[in-house]
C-alpha cells in the first residue's frame, strides 16, 4: 500500500453533504438524540472526494469529473502505473490527490488506510466503485467458484465493509456523501451472471437501509444502478448491450444525482424502466421476458 500525504487546503468548495445537512437544518427537523447538530468541520474545509476502482474506467471518468481546485481526491485502484496516470490527469484539472493501490479484500489493509484518511479529514464524498464482473462461461457451464467468492468478497464484503467505516465517521462528524455503485442488474437475476446480480441486489439494498438509518445524522447515501458503460468489465459481459453509454456520460450523472443527494441513480431511462417492471412483476413472466430478450444461456 502506498500513500501520499496530502496538501493544505486554501479555498473553499460546495459539497454534496451540504444538501443532506442543510436541507434537515433548513426544515427545521428535529434530529434524534446523539445526532450531531451541525458539521463539526471548519467552514473553511476543502472538499474531500474518496473514489475506489479510480484504475477503472467508470472510476477514471468520476475522478476526472470531481478533479478541480479545491478538492482533494483519494484515489484507489490495484494498478500503480494506471492510478499514477489518473493523478496525473486530474492534477492537471487542478486537484490535489492522494493515491493507495490496495486490494478491497484485504480487510485489515483497508481499514487501516480508511482510519488514515479519516484522520487526515472524514471524506465529504466516498463512491464505492470497484467492482468485478464473472459469468457462466460461452457453454453456459456455471461460475467457477472462486471467482464468484472473490466477486463476493470485493462487491459485498468489500463495499459493505468501506461503506460501514465511513458511515461511522460521517456519522460522529454529522455529514457526509456515501455513493455506492449497484446495476441495473440487480432489479432481477440474471442467467448469464448471477452471482454479479445477486451482489448489486445486496448493495441497493444495504445502501437503501444505510441511507434511511444514516439520514436523521445528517449523512446522505445514493445507490447508483447504471446500465451498459462502455469499460473491460463491460466489453467482458456476455448478452446483449442496449443503450451502452460513454463512462464520461454516466460519471456526470452520477456527480450531479450524489450532490442532490438523490436515493438512486439509475439510467438509462429505457432500460432501467424495462428492468424495474422484471423486479416487480411476477417472477414466471419475467423469466419468461428475459428469454425472450435472450438474456438467459
Ligand atoms: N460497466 C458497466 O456496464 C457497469 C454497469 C453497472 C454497474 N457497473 C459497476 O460500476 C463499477 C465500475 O465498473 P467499470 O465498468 O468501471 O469496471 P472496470 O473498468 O473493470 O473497473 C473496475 C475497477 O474496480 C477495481 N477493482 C476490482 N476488484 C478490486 C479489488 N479486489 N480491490 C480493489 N479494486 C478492485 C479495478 O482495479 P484494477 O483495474 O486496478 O485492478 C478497477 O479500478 C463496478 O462496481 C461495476 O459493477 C458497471
Known sequence: ????????????????????TTTEQREGKQVPDGAPQQSSRPATALRRVLITGATGEIGGALARAYAARGTTLILTGRKQRKLDAIAGEC???GAEVECTVLNLCDEETLFTWLDEVC??????IAIANAGMNTDIGPQGNGERWEDARRLLQTN?????????????AMKARGSGQLVLLSSLAAWHGLALTPSYSGSKAAVKAYGEGLRSWLKPFGVGVTVVMPGYVTSPMCEAMPGPKPFEMPAEQAARRILKG??????????????????????????????RLLGWFNYTH
Open 1 to 20: 500500500m502506498t500513500a501520499m500525504p496530502p496538501q493544505q487546503p486554501d479555498t473553499q468548495a460546495p459539497s454534496a453533504r451540504d444538501d443532506a
Open 91 to 93: 492534477r492537471a484539472l
Open 119 to 124: 484522520a487526515q479529514g472524514v471524506p465529504d
Open 156 to 168: 459485498v464484503v468489500g463495499t459493505f465493509g468501506m461503506a460501514h467505516h465511513l458511515a461511522m
Open 258 to 287: 450524489a450532490a442532490r443527494n438523490r436515493a438512486r441513480i439509475s439510467f438509462p431511462f429505457p432500460l432501467n424502466f424495462g428492468c424495474w417492471w422484471l423486479s416487480v412483476l411476477p417472477a414466471g413472466i419475467s423469466q
